[in-house]
C-alpha cells in the first residue's frame, strides 16, 4: 500500500485547508489517520477512523475544528481543517495500518503510531498569524 498526501500549503490563521490522501491500495480493510510533525518535535495523533469508518477520533487540540472523512470506494481520506491557528504547522502525514479496535479501546489504540504499517510522505501546513 502507498499513500499520497497532498493539499498542504501556507494560510493565514483563520483560515481553511483541506488535505487529501490517496491509497494505492483499498482502504476498506485497513485503520487509516492523520498524524503531524513539527520541527523538533514527536509526530503526534491528530485524528483516525478504523476499518469501518465510525466512529472517527480526534485529538483534542483539533477537535471541532478538524473534520476526518473517508471514501473507501475511492480509497480516499480528506482531513477538512478549518479555524487553523499557528500551532497547527506541521508536516502532516496520512497513515494506515490493517489492525482493528473495538469501540471501547479505539481512543487509546488509533493514536499509536507504531499501529501503523504504512506512511505517506507527508505535506507541509504553515499557518501564519
Known amino acids: 500500500v502507498q499513500l499520497q498526501a497532498s493539499g498542504g500549503g501556507e494560510v493565514q490563521a483563520g483560515n481553511s485547508l483541506i488535505l487529501s490522501c490517496v491509497s494505492s491500495?483499498?482502504?476498506?480493510?485497513?485503520?487509516v489517520g492523520w498524524f503531524r510533525q513539527a520541527p523538533g518535535k514527536e509526530r503526534e495523533f491528530v485524528a483516525a477512523s478504523r476499518r469501518s469508518g465510525s466512529p472517527t477520533y480526534y485529538a483534542d487540540s483539533v477537535k471541532g475544528r478538524f473534520t476526518f472523512s473517508r471514501d473507501n470506494a475511492k480509497n480516499t481520506v480528506t482531513l477538512q481543517m478549518n479555524f487553523l491557528k499557528p500551532e497547527d504547522t506541521s508536516t502532516y502525514y496520512c497513515?494506515?495500518?490493517?489492525?482493528?479496535?473495538?469501540?471501547?479501546?479505539?481512543?487509546?489504540?488509533?493514536?499509536?503510531?507504531?499501529?501503523?504499517?504504512?506512511w505517506g510522505q507527508g505535506t507541509q501546513v504553515t499557518v501564519s498569524s
Open positions: 491500495g483499498f482502504l476498506s480493510n485497513l485503520a
Open positions: 497513515a494506515a495500518g490493517p489492525f482493528y479496535c473495538i469501540t471501547s479501546e479505539c481512543p487509546k489504540v488509533l493514536p499509536r503510531r507504531e499501529k501503523y504499517d504504512y
